[in-house]
C-alpha cells in the first residue's frame, strides 16, 4: 500500500482502520449504519488546533458550575449519580455555545466517554448493566478534565498526514458512492454473527447528546430485517439468523469485489458464531462466500481461538477469530 492508494473500510466501527491510514498517508473511506460511530470517528479523524483547544479547555473549566435544568426520562436518571447528571447538563450547556463545530464535537465526544466512566452502567455486549456500588466513581468534572487532555496529548502526539478520509453514514451492502473498481485495498471487520444489535445499547448517548436521532434497533444492521428483528433479538431461531448473516455478507462481499482494482486486496476480521447447540465457522463460510462472488482466497489465518461451551460446562466446539485474506 503506498502513499495516494484508496482504502476501503465498510464497517467502520470507531474509525481504527481510518485513523490507522490516515497517519499513514493513504487515502480512505468508511461507512458504517450507527450514526453515534460515524460522529466518533469523524472526530477522531480531524485536524484540530491544539492552541484553540486548550484555550476552550482552559475557558470551559473556569466557569463556576450553575445548577443546570436537567431534563431526563427515568432510565437515564438512574444510570448517574445525582451530581454526575447535573455536570453532565452544566456542560453539555457551556459546549453548545462553543461556535466552531469542530471543536464542539470534539468536547462533546470527551463528555461522552467521560460521562460513562462517572456512571452506574456496565457496558455488557448488547445491555446496559447497572452496578449502584461500582467502585469509586469519579466525579464528573475530573473525568472530563483527564479526558479532555488525554485527547489533547493524542492530537499532538500523533499528527496526521494530509490524506483524504471520509467517514459516512452508510450501508456496507450498498455502496453506491463508492466508484466501481476505484478501491487499492478494503480493511474491515464486519459485525460478529450472534443476535445483538450491539449499538442498541448506546442508548444513553443519543438520548443525552443526539436527541434528535432515533435510538431503536438499526434495520439495515447485519442480518437483521423489518419483519424478523424482534425475532432475533429474543432470541430466536439460530439458522435463521446465520442465513441472513450470510445473505448480507453475500452482498458485502458483491460490494467489495465491484469496488476493489483488479489485483486489489481485501482483509476480513470474521469471528465464529456460538449458537445454543453449535458453533458456526464464519471464517470457511464467509471465503466461500467470498469465492462465489469472485474473489480469490489467499489465506484464513486463525488469531484467537477459544472453546465454546454452554453453561460453563457443555463443550460444544471451539469458536475462532480469523482474518480471510482474498484478492480480486
Ligand atoms: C466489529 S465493528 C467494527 C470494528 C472496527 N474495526 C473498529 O475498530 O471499531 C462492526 C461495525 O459494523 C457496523 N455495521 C453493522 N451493520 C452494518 C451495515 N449494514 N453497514 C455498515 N456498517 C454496519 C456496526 O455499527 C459496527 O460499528
Redesign the pocket.
Known sequence: MSRGSLVL?????????LLTCRELGINSVG????PL?VFISEVKLRDYDVDELRRVRDEIFSIKFEKPEVKVSGFLRNLYPKPVLEDLFFFKGLISKISDEEVRDFFTLALMVAAEKSSYMMRDGAVIKIVKNKPRIPSLRKAYRIMVNRMIDDVEKLPLTDASVKAMV????RMESVETESVDAVI?????LNKIE??RCYWPEYEIFFPHISHTG?R???SMRPDDVELSMLGGDAPLVAELYFE?MEK?CGEVYRVLKPGGAAVM?VGGGVFPDKVIQVDVAVAEIAERCGLNVERIVAVNKRVAAVDRVRKIGESRESIIYLRK
Open positions: 473500510d465498510p464497517f467502520l466501527g470507531v474509525g481504527t482502520t461507512f458504517d449504519v450507527s460511530f452508510g450501508d456496507a451492502r474491515t471487520s464486519p459485525p460478529y450491539y449499538t438499526i439495515s444492521y447485519l448480507d458485502v476480521v
